[in-house]
């Protein structure tokens, strides 16, 4: 695998690969590669002639400074392990490449960026609107990759893509999870073994609003307060949300008749996890609310 560090080395290195008319996907990374990052970049691989990741710890997207020199860095680690998987080329820049002296260009997402993460994050996602439109104007790739996860994130990338007229389709992959149901997450390795089971039941309190739904439930708010106290009764686990909310504007649903999205947000000690799934209607059940 190929690896670049400055913007026109990696500019030069894809030049010729769209000359030759092959298909670019990109992943862009912050590193501490887990399982579900490789599984972006073997989709990545499957659908596209060159893959592309990006190892990057943006700072802008981080609110807390202490949390942003915590974050996991093995970028030779984390190389091998993208290579493994199927990465062709790998961008490691330093913080001065891409943020060069008299930086003073930010991308805002209006709406989509003030509410849930980022009214608990404020400015959170226009460091990732922001670095994200960067890499994409660097690699211009023909795909980019992102984990459900981070769902919000995934939506509000989709609509500065729109809104900016950005050709490079979006493609979403879903959450992959822990054996014991928990998202992964390069913040999981921060959590103590007492934090790190507690942190399940984010995974089982969704389950749980499906079930509740699954008998015929369809009040979004009813649910989403069940999913809340499901999580309250885990004393490891401070809430910052649960809510059921429309899949493209996040604003919350009254109703899941159109299969909106439950996300949650919790701190167990200092480590911030969050979680979603979509909840579904019970077919052919009367509706209970």
Known sequence: MQTYERIADLRNALKTARVEGRSVGFVPTMGALHEGHLSLIR??????????ISIFVNPTQFNDID????????????IEMAAGAGADVAFTPAMDEIYSEGFDTVVVVRGLSDILEGASRPG??????????????????DHAYFGEKDYQQLQVIRR????????????????VREPDGLAMSSRNVRLSPEQRKA???????LGYT????????????ILSGWLARTIEVEPLAKLDYAVIVDRETLLEADRIDNSPIALVAATFGDVRLIDNRIITPAPGLERRG
């Open 67 to 78: 949390d942003y020199e915590k974050y996991p860095r093995h970028v030779a680690r984390d």
């Open 160 to 175: 500065m893509a729109r809104d900016l007229d950005i050709s490079t389709e979006i493609v979403s992959c879903p959450i």
């Open 210 to 221: 499906q079930e509740i739904a699954d008998t015929g439930v369809h009040d979004a708010h």
């Open 199 to 205: 942190a399940t039941v984010l995974n089982r309190a």
């Open 43 to 52: 989709r990545a691989r499957a659908e596209n002639d060159l893959v592309v």
């Open 124 to 141: 959170h996602f226009q460091g990732v609107a922001t670095v994200v439109a960067k890499l994409f104007n660097i690699v211009q790739p």
